[in-house]
């Protein structure tokens, strides 16, 4: 079995060759080494390593978040912070760049393995569904159009016009597209589901809920309601302004 190949960031050289020879011992595969932000991204270009342990502060023109954000959005590769900070403004700065785990120096070499363990599988799974989405689009992308989505349901691609849907609703680790007659339960985030839709259409009015703004009946004591009266959705605080802004008022 193949041993994980991992990039470490870091730039001081003694903590990084503490970390190398860590990796050594815990059986992982070095796919490189630099305590440079910007040659971190070109080594995980070149490398494509399975995981990169990154330091947030790195005394180079690039951040170790802003290299990390980089890695991880245009080639998916996870990424683990080091870091000596584990205040709440550190770690929510670093949050940008959806990181799979963060390792408080000094650690152990347990902390350094389970770190790296968790972030593999959830890697791991990452790519698994990201397989699965290409997959899916390879098989029903041809009838793809502007008008329409396909929503993966019961192992059918099921095509639904946009102008149909009403709202989406976020449930744990899936979603639920609701529809005027009926309703589709599909695996994926909100994030996700809100670059899928067309924004001339389509707003995120709250961290769990999407809706169609032509279907926006009324805005009540911080709820929409939806066409028919039957359904009042809230509205997150950070989003009412746009809401606002978006819907035609006199």
Do not use: C, W
Request: avoid cysteine.
């Amino acid at each position: 079995m193949n041993q994980a190949r991992i990039l470490v960031v870091e730039d001081e050289a003694l903590i990084r060759k503490d970390i190398e020879r860590s990796l050594a011992l815990l059986g992982y595969d070095l796919a490189g080494s630099t305590g440079d932000a910007e040659e971190a991204v070109h080594l995980a270009m070149e490398q494509r390593p399975d995981m990169v342990l990154m330091d947030i502060r790195l005394r180079s023109a690039m951040t170790g978040i802003e290299a990390a954000k980089v890695i991880r959005t245009s080639m998916g590769i996870p990424v683990v912070f080091l870091t000596a900070f584990s205040e709440d403004s550190t770690l929510h700065e670093a949050k940008v760049a959806e990181p799979l785990g963060y390792i408080v120096k000094p650690f152990t070499e347990a902390a350094l393995r389970s770190n790296i363990e968790i972030a593999l599988f959830k890697g791991g799974e990452e790519v698994k569904l990201r397989m699965e989405r290409d997959r899916l689009m390879r098989s029903v992308g041809k009838g793809q159009d502007e008008e329409h989505v396909f929503i993966k349901h019961k192992g059918r691609a099921v095509r639904v016009a946009y102008r149909e849907i009403e709202h989406i609703e976020a449930l744990k680790d899936y979603a639920s597209f609701h529809l005027k007659d009926r309703r589709y339960v599909v695996h994926g985030t909100m994030q996700e589901f809100e670059a899928m839709m067309p924004t001339r259409d389509f707003m995120r009015i709250h961290r769990s809920h999407i809706v169609r703004l032509d279907r926006i009946q009324s805005i009540d004591d911080g709820d929409v309601v939806l066409e028919g009266g039957a359904k009042r959705i809230p509205i997150g605080r950070t989003y009412m302004s746009r809401l606002l802004a978006l819907i035609p008022q006199v």
